[in-house]
Structures are given as structure tokens and as C-alpha cells.
């Protein structure tokens, strides 16, 4: 049987990056929500924030963790399977990367240690600082490598020489046309995973009576956040639609699995593409609804595959149905929120049982959105690395072989399903916990001096004292 080592090196990259990308999804908002925490304990003095943000600094910390090791995997594959690639590209994309450990890795390293030691250890501003900085530099690390990935979907202010890309203009290279789209796209997207994350726990403490207060505060908190997050994720992604119609239409055919290029074109709700025949099958349409989404015209013209050559068409049946699951779970995550908003107004936010179950059980809407974006952006791309200018089968490694291939994939998988299922554990048990369970106690202690002094506690130990 051949090992096509293409083929295999685009699994072995999927499955790492599909895991990874669920941290991040959660840790740069989770990060977010706790400078938020930390700044209205510092303002208001009140307890209850405390205790949040100190459960939830644990459940960060064991998903930062997880996010650390996992990233760390993805820019060695760039030279292990990706070879060609990494040297055509690595004029443009080695300085982005740079970039992005120099701001979001020297700010997370340099301020999570106080965020998740330092409670007590230094004063409360100071405490809030260090959160605030690890904030941001979740969001500058969201920016680089967004502006990295947006410029090999639209290429801009480079040139090419001897087969490398060369930056001519650093404003145009970073700042991309898909980037400011992409970005915040990305990141709103992030937020509302972490938003139904904070809400799901809220409401599974509540169900179970326990941490009443924190789990009030969190489920209100986020709930207020998800009323402005979900409609604004919609209006966002139209516009990312529109600049995807432009730069990319090949990419935008394969989502609606558009064949025939037309005017007054219907939106399919479902179909099952037929890629040999050029057709869908079982086709639900709505008549005049794709124009008028994808163009904003009734009657706006929508290009199909057919206007592609066939050796530079992407798949049609992935980006098709992970669009609509996509685009599915959005309307959950709506149908949720505007649910919360009408029972929060009826004052039975946190007695309507049934409600609390189903927020519950949507805490995994978020990040199955963001795999299916990710993977509509990312295989709506092929043939492709660079759009347009280096395909796919261009940028493997030429020594790799399919066996070689092969046998990382499978020390991959067995990592994966290892690492995965033990933090998963870890972060449950926190969970059932609850913020009062785990919540730090004992007195404070003051630039790191213990609370009975040394020698008192040697005397007691002597005389048996070891209480």
C-alpha cells in the first residue's frame, strides 16, 4: 500500500493543531475573565470575586499547561515535515513568530508565575497587574500568529526571489486583507467559548446547590458578555464572508457548494456534494438566499467551482458541512442567550432547571464552532499553503517518506489521547470542587515570612507539640 507522505502530513498536522486550538479557544478568554475577576475584587473589596478567580486561575493554569506543551509540538513539524515550505516562507513568517515570543511568551512567563503564586505575596494592584499582563499577552500572542496565518490565506506586501518570499512592506505582510477580519473573528470567537464555559459551570454548580453565590455571579457575568459577543460573532462573520467572496472565491464556492456561476443564487441548507459529477445531491435550497447573503444583493452574482481549474478547486464536502455545523452551533449559542436574557427578566435565571441543564450541556458548543471554523478556513485553502503561490504538494519535505510519517502520527495519537484525557480529569475534579473547596485558606503572609516565627515553632515541635 503507498504512504502518500502529503496526504499523511496534513492528518498528522490537523490532529495536532485541532487539539491544540481547543486551550487557546478557552485560555486566552479565561484569561481575559480573570484580570476582569481580579479588577472588580480590587474595586469593590468583595470576597466572592476572589474566590472565583481563584478557582478559576487553577482551571486556567492546567489548560495553559496543556496549551504550552501542545504549541510547542507545531513549529517543529514546519521543519520535520514541511521542509520546502518553511524555507520559501521563512523570511515573512520566522519574524512574525519571533514577534509573537517576544511580546505574548516574555509577558505570560514573566507575570503568570505572580498571577498564580503571588496572591499572597504581593499587594492586591500588584496582583491584578500581573493578571491584566497575562491577559494581554494571550491576545498579542492571538494577533502574531493570526497575522501569520491570514498572510498565507492573502498574501501581501512581499516579493519573490529564487523561489523565497522577501517583505517588502511590514504594514501590508501584517496587516493583510483577511487579518483584521480573521482576528477578530478568532478572538470574539474565543471569548464565547470561555463565556459558555464560565456560564456551563455556573450553572452545574447551581444545579447541585453549591458555591450559590459564586455560581450566581459567574452565570450573570457571562450571560451579559454573551448577549453582546453572539450577535456581534454574526455580524463579524458576514464581514469575514464578504473580504472571503473577494480574495478567496474558490474557497467561498466550496462552502455553499456552488458549482455554476449565477446571479439570484439559492442558499443550501443541505446537500450531499458529488464532487466527480460537478452536482449535489439531495439538495434543500432556498431560492435567492445565497445572493442575497453572500453578495448583500438579491440579485449579486456568486462565482462557482466550474470557473476553477479542477487542480485548484479545494474539497468541496468538508468546508461544506463544517460551515453548516458551524453555523449551527451559533444559533444554539443564540437560542441560549436570548432564553437567559427573557428568564433573568422573569427574575428565574437561576431556578429554571431545565435552563441550567441545557447551559450545562452547551458548554462544548464553543470550541466544536471553532474546530469546524478552523477547519473550513484551513482545508477552503487547498490546494494551497500560500494562496495562490505555493501548493501544498510543493511545501512537504522532499526526503519524507509515508513510513516516516506514519510512525509519528501514531506517537502522536497515543500522546494526544493521553495528555488530553488526564487534564480533562484534572479540570473536572476542580469543577466539582467548586470555587469555595478551592479556595486558598490560611492567613496571609507578607513578603513570604511565615505567621509563627521559627524558633517557636522548633521549641513547640520539641516538646511534641505537632499540631
Not at 55 to 62: E, H, L, M, P, R
Not at 352 to 364: D, E, F, G, N
Not at 413 to 427: C, D, E, R
Request: charged share 15%; proline share 6%.
Amino acid at each position: 500500500m503507498h504512504l502518500d507522505p502529503v496526504l499523511l502530513s496534513r492528518i498528522q498536522f490537523a490532529w495536532v493543531i485541532a487539539w491544540h486550538i481547543l486551550l487557546p479557544a478557552f485560555t486566552v478568554g479565561a484569561a481575559s475573565f480573570i484580570a476582569v475577576v481580579e479588577g472588580l475584587s480590587l474595586a469593590t473589596r468583595r470576597e466572592v470575586y476572589v474566590r472565583i478567580s481563584i478557582f478559576w486561575t487553577k482551571i486556567f493554569a492546567i489548560a495553559f499547561g496543556m496549551g504550552v506543551v501542545t504549541g510547542l509540538i507545531m513549529p517543529f513539524q514546519f521543519g520535520t515535515n514541511w521542509s520546502r515550505y518553511a524555507s520559501a516562507a521563512a523570511n515573512i513568517l520566522s519574524p512574525l513568530f519571533a514577534y509573537e515570543g517576544l511580546t505574548a511568551f516574555f509577558l505570560e512567563a514573566g507575570f503568570l508565575g505572580v498571577l498564580l503564586l503571588g496572591r499572597k505575596l504581593v499587594p492586591p494592584w500588584a496582583h491584578f497587574f500581573a493578571a491584566l499582563m497575562v491577559a494581554i499577552g494571550t491576545l498579542f500572542s492571538s494577533f502574531w500568529i493570526l497575522s501569520a496565518n491570514s498572510w498565507m490565506q492573502t498574501p501581501a506586501g512581499y516579493e519573490i526571489v529564487n523561489g523565497q518570499f522577501f517583505p517588502k512592506d511590514w504594514i501590508e505582510v501584517i496587516f493583510n486583507p483577511s487579518f483584521p477580519y480573521r482576528l477578530a473573528h478568532t478572538v470574539v470567537a474565543f471569548f464565547t467559548t470561555t463565556g459558555f464555559v464560565v456560564l456551563g459551570v455556573g450553572a452545574y454548580l447551581l444545579r447541585r446547590n453549591r458555591s450559590v453565590q459564586e455560581a450566581r455571579t459567574m452565570m450573570s457575568m457571562a450571560l451579559w458578555l454573551l448577549t453582546v459577543l453572539v450577535p456581534l460573532q454574526m455580524v463579524l462573520g458576514d464581514m469575514h464572508g464578504l473580504n472571503t467572496r473577494k480574495y478567496q472565491p474558490a474557497k467561498l464556492a466550496a462552502i455553499e457548494a456552488r458549482w455554476d456561476t449565477g446571479r439570484g443564487v439559492p442558499l443550501a441548507l443541505f446537500a450531499i456534494p458529488d464532487e466527480k459529477a460537478e452536482h449535489n445531491k439531495f439538495a434543500i435550497e432556498v431560492p435567492l438566499l445565497g445572493s442575497l447573503i453572500l453578495t448583500h444583493d438579491i440579485d449579486g452574482e456568486v462565482k462557482g467551482l466550474k470557473d476553477f481549474p479542477a487542480d485548484q478547486r479545494p474539497p468541496v464536502a468538508i468546508p461544506f458541512f463544517a460551515f453548516r455545523a458551524m453555523v449551527g452551533c451559533a444559533g444554539l449559542m443564540l437560542a441560549l442567550v436570548l432564553l437567559g436574557g427573557w428568564l433573568r427578566w422573569r427574575g428565574r435565571l437561576y431556578d429554571a432547571r431545565l435552563y441550567l441543564a441545557a447551559c450545562q450541556y452547551a458548554i462544548p458548543l464553543g470550541f466544536i464552532a471553532v474546530v469546524t471554523g478552523w477547519f473550513v478556513t484551513e482545508v477552503g485553502r487547498q490546494p494551497w499553503t500560500i494562496y495562490g503561490l505555493l501548493r501544498t504538494a510543493a511545501s512537504v519535505s522532499p526526503s519524507l517518506t509515508g513510513s516516516d510519517v506514519t510512525l509519528s502520527l501514531l506517537g502522536y495519537i497515543a500522546v494526544y489521547l493521553l495528555i488530553y484525557p488526564s487534564g480533562l480529569i484534572l479540570l473536572l475534579r476542580l469543577v466539582r470542587k467548586g470555587p469555595l473547596e478551592t479556595s486558598e485558606t490560611g492567613p496571609a503572609i507578607e513578603a513570604g515570612r511565615p505567621a509563627v516565627p521559627v524558633p517557636a515553632r522548633a521549641i513547640s515541635v520539641a516538646k511534641g507539640d505537632v499540631r
